[in-house]
């Protein structure tokens, strides 16, 4: 079974500031994929990064980098030069291969409450 | 349409009564998801469907709850004779069942049990 794990229910920065957001997983397959995305009070879900396990290179999306750590089972979102809109519940996400039976279930961590102070 | 789309947007039910919520994915996604989402909660998954596949029901939390797919589009997710612990934010996603991309939620029903 596959599971998520984000330790910080809440986090605060400083606007402008950078802030790292804590996901660890788990799984028995080789192969999956590992998202972020971000929720802000309206209740939208919107996708945000993207890392498959076997890239080479740590993902980037604009403001957003994904720090992947695959002997750790770690993948951090870091945020740079946060801002106001940033504010919102940030949560990641995993997804195993097509094959392997409920892995095939995308399954998402509690969540981080990210709040950016002005 | 451009997005997932999932209707009623809010459902107010009485305690007791049956309710359906539907979800429209986005054309050509064949993988399909239901997730629960409590107040200040994450996403707990409820059924999903893939294709031709049989669905994975294994997050469905009673016989209370049944989903269906028609012609591979749109999803009806059921809820029988509902519960105040059934109240939460129902939330659809989609994906191309291609690789690892990414899902696209809908904007969810709100559930209100009384």
């Known amino acids: 079974a596959q599971k998520i794990t984000q330790t910080q229910p809440g986090m605060f920065v400083q606007e402008k500031e950078a802030v790292t957001l804590d996901c660890t997983y788990d799984t028995s397959d080789p192969s999956y994929g590992l998202f972020w995305y971000k929720q802000p009070s309206s209740g939208e879900m919107i996708f945000l990064i993207y890392q498959g396990s076997y890239d080479q290179q740590n993902a980037t999306e604009g403001r957003y980098s994904l720090n992947f750590q695959k002997a750790r089972k770690s993948a951090n979102l870091v945020i740079s030069a946060s801002q106001l809109g940033d504010s919102a519940m940030y949560f990641c996400?995993?997804?195993?291969?097509?094959?392997?039976?409920?892995?095939?279930?995308?399954?998402f961590g509690s969540g981080t409450q990210l709040t950016v102070l002005p | 349409g451009a997005g997932v789309s999932q209707s009623p947007s809010n459902k107010v039910t009485e305690k007791g009564k049956d309710v359906e919520l539907r979800c429209d994915p986005i054309s050509g996604h064949t993988a399909l998801y239901w997730y629960r989402q409590s107040l200040g909660q994450g996403l707990e998954f409820l059924i999903y469907?893939?294709?031709?596949?049989?669905?994975?029901k294994s997050g469905l939390p009673s016989d209370r709850f049944s989903a269906e797919r028609t012609g591979g589009s749109v999803s009806t997710l059921t809820i029988q004779r509902t519960q105040q612990e059934d109240s939460a934010v129902y939330l659809c996603?989609?994906?191309?069942?291609?690789?690892?991309?990414?899902?696209?939620f809908g904007q969810g029903t709100r559930l209100t049990v009384v």
């Open positions: 996400a995993m997804r195993g291969p097509t094959i392997s039976g409920s892995a095939r279930q995308l399954t």
């Open positions: 996603a989609s994906r191309l069942d291609r690789g690892y991309t990414e899902a696209f």
């Open positions: 469907f893939q294709g031709n596949s049989a669905p994975d």
